[in-house]
């Protein structure tokens, strides 16, 4: 019961858009309309989908949403999967845009490394309003910005 509820909780994340998208996809691949799809053709339809995994990724991931233990991937299942491959997804972006912020590549984003990336980006924010950002952004009060924190500030946008 408990796993059915976290299914619902990731298939609420994705637009009626999208949705649609990921059901053509998964139609695509089940050959003889069952409504599931083996390892091979989950491995298949991720790549036509912009992923590149491994087998050995393809074989975890279903083992982690094959919710039934049936040994492939139903429509939900497979949402399941593609909501976790799009999570992964936003994290590689945060640690891009978090790269941008620390020149000296040193784990953490100082005041004066968010002043220099605000101005290169044509920001015209006064000295206080970047101050106040930077405040906001560094929760634990040690003037530094460190991954974590700027996940809370940036991936809650």
Do not use: Y
């Amino acid at each position: 019961m408990a796993a059915l509820k976290v299914q619902e909780d990731k298939l609420a994340h994705f637009s009626d858009r999208e949705k649609k998208h990921f059901r053509e996809a998964f139609e695509l691949f089940d050959h003889d309309g069952s409504g599931f799809i083996t390892n091979d053709e989950i491995g298949v339809v991720m790549r036509r989908l912009g992923q590149n995994p491994t087998p050995q990724e393809v074989d975890d991931m279903v083992r982690d949403v094959d919710a039934d233990g049936s040994g492939h991937i139903d429509f939900n299942e497979f949402l399941v999967m593609m909501s976790q491959t799009k999570e992964k997804g936003h994290e590689v972006e945060l640690r891009q845009a978090f790269r941008l912020f620390d020149s000296d590549s040193d784990g953490f984003i100082t005041f004066d490394d968010l002043k220099r990336v605000m101005h290169n980006c044509g920001e015209s924010l006064s000295e206080g309003e970047l101050r106040n950002m930077f405040t906001k952004a560094d929760i634990n009060r040690d003037n530094l910005v460190d991954m974590k924190e700027f996940t809370r500030i940036v991936g809650n946008e």
